[in-house]
């Protein structure tokens, strides 16, 4: 990531520590630089949350007051929530600097935060899908459509883990 480019991750009162261990992994993957959340439940939870590549100790995750507040000059405020009048992922274009904001998994995100957002996006799906499922999708739709070049074999060699040292053949 490039010192223009800030992509922060915010959960609205996040409330399955597995949920946002798994968030963590997918800002871990995506090179996200920070992940914000609000509320109380998952403070509690904390203890219990499954960050499986340790990323925390490599990327921020901070309980604030406001996922908005604080942020970088320019950073634009895209809520990813089911809500009519959204744009569809698949048409939306990522901004340069960026807070994602995801609703908790059992209610949405304040309509404060919507109304003061740059963009409302929701994933074409059928039904919701898992706070860190969507996490997921909306970061790789961003790094797929940045056409940004990359080193596929390096990347591959210096991403996968040891137990992973399988081979295409070619013909």
Known sequence: M??????????SNPK?????????RAAGCYGVSAVRYTGKRFARAAKYHTDTKSVSTKIPLVQVESLV??????????CVELV???????EFKHPESAV????P??????QTLVDVADAVVYIPTI???NLAAT??????????????????AHRIKTSRDVNNRLVVKQD
């Open 135 to 152: 996490v997921n999708v909306v970061l790789y739709d961003r790094l797929a459509k940045k056409n940004e070049s990359i080193d596929h």
């Open 84 to 90: 009519e009048g959204a744009v569809a992922l698949p």
């Open 100 to 103: 994602y904001i995801f609703g």
């Open 16 to 24: 399955s520590p597995s949920n946002v261990g798994s968030v963590m």
């Open 69 to 78: 507040e604080g942020l970088p000059s320019g950073t634009k405020i895209v």
């Open 2 to 11: 490039n010192n223009l480019e800030a992509v922060v991750v915010g959960l």
């Open 127 to 129: 039904g919701c899908m």
């Open 105 to 110: 998994e059992d209610g949405s995100i304040d």
